[in-house]
């Protein structure tokens, strides 16, 4: 269903394009729309009553393909290093290891799309990150292992806020 909140989402995917160009400004532009489309494409979907399966599946997809490809770029330019970018997207190896449990002990059914606490703070941090990379800024190793802990905490979000799997 394509409505206004949900183009938004889409907006993210030309955006990343905009990493193939060597342009820090373009880049940093790209950065900072790619976080505001994604602060108010939710908010839009719940003001319109536009709220739908394909949305909630739609954002997060959007995000990560943004992150993954500008990371992507910068790690082949050698803005970043292999073990940083794992650490950036370790939230992700978390979330299917959570899948994975939920298909192991039948629960899938039970999970419900949704937006997480962990999930928009490190999706937050990813991207100013990015723009600091981008400004040539270097960070601590202890700024990317807070990822690792962050898609720790995600983990436990989903785990706890999972019903139980019904008897049969």
């Excluded at 183009?7 to 400004?25: D, T």
């Excluded at 799309?113 to 981008?134: E, N, P, S």
């Excluded at 292992?145 to 999972?162: D, I, K, N, Q």
């Amino acid at each position: 269903m394509l409505n206004a909140s949900n183009s938004l989402s889409f907006v993210r995917a030309p955006l990343a394009f905009l990493f193939l160009q060597e342009s820090s400004s373009l880049r940093i532009v790209a950065v900072i729309l790619a976080m505001i489309t994604d602060s108010i494409d939710g908010y839009l979907a719940r003001r319109s009553q536009s709220v739908s399966k394909f949305g909630t599946i739609l954002d997060p997809a959007m995000d990560k393909f943004f992150v993954y490809f500008a990371i992507t770029v910068l790690l082949l330019e050698h803005h970043v290093a292999p073990w940083e970018m794992a650490a950036m997207l370790s939230r992700d190896f978390f979330l299917c290891l959570y899948g994975f449990l939920m298909i192991a002990t039948r629960r899938w059914k039970t999970v419900a799309f949704r937006a997480i606490r962990w999930g928009k703070v490190t999706t937050a941090l990813q991207f100013l990150i990015l723009i600091g990379l981008v400004a040539g800024a270097a960070f601590p190793w202890y700024l990317y292992a807070s990822f690792v802990g962050m898609g720790w905490l995600a983990f436990l979000e989903l785990y706890h806020t999972t019903p139980a799997a019904r008897q049969t």
